[in-house]
């Protein structure tokens, strides 16, 4: 079971940009998304249908179309420039598994 | 502040086993989900595998011939062990803690930092 991100997108300072996850078990089970820094480990941005944890900030939202949940950053800041990782439970068995990742550059 | 901690070899020879603990302070150890995920040196994130407090255990059937996770609640750690190493083994290693409700799925909400080990002789 795979779960398969873009590898990379970029965007312009105070613009918005959407990272999307696909996968089979997506339409049965929410995905998570994780923030990784160069050096740092990953931590939870964006859980459940629209969760955020907190000390998040609020441009960070969750969303989903069909069978595919998007992590959206509205008015991307400099500090969001790292790597994001969604995670979700497999189709068959109690195991889960990361996305691919997605590297967000800021312009 | 729930904090988890890894410790353990950073160094560890090919054909032997890896060994890590995971710390766990500032919360319990109970009603949660203890989870070991992997990063290999510029590449993605792999899961490992899980245990829940009472000792319910799930593993990635890719390494399952070859993990163990357990826990021990009386010292609030959890370990990993991954016999039968290789140079492919070579990762920065995390342990994260897992929340699960029936509205919002399954997350890690607490990680420790991380810590490299490298399968060399």
């Known amino acids: 079971s795979e779960l398969t991100q873009d590898p990379s997108v970029s965007v312009a300072l105070g613009q918005t940009v959407r990272i999307t996850c696909q996968g089979d078990s997506l339409g049965i089970y929410y995905a998570s998304w994780y923030q990784q820094k160069p050096g740092q480990a990953p931590a939870l941005v964006i859980y459940?249908?629209?969760k955020r944890p907190s000390g998040i900030p609020d441009r960070f939202s969750g969303s989903s179309s069909g069978n595919t949940p998007s992590l959206t950053i509205t008015g991307a800041q400099a500090e969001d420039e790292a790597d994001y990782y969604c995670n979700s439970r497999a189709s068959s068995g109690n195991l889960y598994v990361f996305g691919t990742g997605t590297k967000v550059t800021v312009l | 502040q729930v904090q988890l901690q890894e410790s353990g070899p950073g160094l560890v020879k090919p054909s032997e086993t890896l060994s890590l603990l995971c710390s766990i302070s500032g919360g319990s150890i109970s009603s949660y989900y203890w989870s070991w995920i992997r990063q290999p040196p510029g590449k993605g994130l792999e899961w490992i595998g899980q245990i829940y407090y009472s000792g319910s255990i799930n593993y990635n059937p890719f390494l399952k011939s070859r993990v163990t996770i357990s826990v021990d609640t009386s010292k609030n750690q959890f370990s990993l062990k991954l016999k039968s190493v290789t140079a492919a083994d070579t990762a920065v290693y995390y342990c994260a803690r897992g929340d699960y409700d029936i509205l919002t799925g399954y997350y890690y909400d607490h990680w420790g930092q991380g810590t490299l080990v490298t399968v060399s002789s």
């Open positions: 459940g249908k629209n």
